[in-house]
């Protein structure tokens, strides 16, 4: 198999885990309590992903001297931010949640730019205001057409992107280096125990109501979108420029739009669609670090 072949299989296949995860969330908090199904989907994960980190003899703990971040990662990365995720598909629809949630570059972007005084070009900053705009316009115009329990979806989600962006920040100024697999492996397990703790106290679960179909989806979502997801993203990110990578931020809302449209019938407005175009454009404008020599050279003239 070639190299461009097998770079775009693991493109599309990180599109279409990304995609399909936040309708298995939606169906996964169906029966089963929020925190409970994040604390079963890392409880799945971990055990595979500690192999697969032995398996590649890579390190389980942080360095020393970080160990105590590591605990950060895995109450801010995942704990509280999966949570709010799955908490948030409650109330809103799983294509509105993967449109919030493909804002991630643009808020890393944003806090980058306040806690690592990141510069922006010109364009990066046309590119985020559109992107920002965008998005804006796109929740107003469906927080008008559903009801107030969307308020708090959209806040659930809204609040998991930025505490996410503020983790990747963190890690870039204080755990650079760390091997992906090992800042996933142990902090998704420790997770896994403080949630189902909590949730053993704070919802009192009954397996009794779980249905087929939502344990199916934890499965799915432990298996398939925390360890396959994780393992393919990483190696697209080997085998192509973390941009063409990024391009994944584009591509799984659209999945999720149509497999929402398909299952669950629904659809955004009309006029959030047409804002679409521009938000996914916004972000691609963000991302680029340069613009072509040939836009530059005409926009020069």
């Given amino acids: 198999m070639s190299k461009q072949l097998l770079c775009t299989i693991t493109f599309v296949s990180v599109c279409l885990i990304w995609g399909t995860t936040w309708m298995a969330m939606e169906i996964a908090v169906e029966t089963i309590p929020p925190i409970t199904a994040t604390g079963l989907r890392f409880l799945i994960s971990a055990p595979l992903l500690i192999a697969v980190t032995l398996l590649m003899k890579k390190a389980l703990l942080f360095p020393k001297g970080k160990r105590k971040f590591m605990v950060a990662v ?11 995720m799955i908490l948030g598909e409650q109330y809103i629809s799983s294509g509105l949640a993967s449109i919030i949630f493909a804002n991630m570059p643009i808020a ?5 730019m306040v806690s690592l005084s990141l510069r922006l070009s010109a364009h990066q900053f046309f590119g985020l205001g559109m992107a920002v705009i965008a998005l804006c316009l796109i929740l107003s115009g469906e927080l008008e057409m559903g009801d107030s329990n969307d308020n708090a979806g959209i806040l659930a989600l809204v609040s998991a992107v930025l505490i996410h962006a503020v983790m990747y920040v963190l890690t870039q100024k204080y755990a650079k280096g760390i091997h992906v697999l090992t800042y996933n492996a142990l ?10 703790v909590v949730g053993l106290f704070m919802e009192q679960p009954d397996a009794h109501y779980f249905t087929a179909e939502s344990m199916y989806a934890v499965v799915y979502l ?52 047409q804002l679409l175009l ?11 670090p340069q613009l072509p020599t040939w836009l530059v050279s005409r926009s020069n003239k």
């Fill in 278 to 288: 521009p938000l996914l454009i916004g972000i691609v404008i963000a991302k680029v």
């Fill in 222 to 273: 432990g298996l398939v979108a925390s360890v396959i997801g994780i393992v393919a993203y990483f190696s697209l990110n080997q085998m192509t420029a973390p941009f063409t990578a990024s391009l994944c931020f584009l591509i799984f809302p659209v999945v999720a739009l149509l497999l929402d449209a398909w299952i669950n019938d629904n659809h955004l407005s009309e006029l959030s669609q």
């Fill in 187 to 196: 902090p998704s397990g420790i997770a896994a125990l403080l949630l189902l």
């Fill in 74 to 84: 895995a109450v801010f990365y995942f704990a509280i931010p999966f949570t709010l």
């Fill in 108 to 112: 890393v972007l944003a806090v980058s």
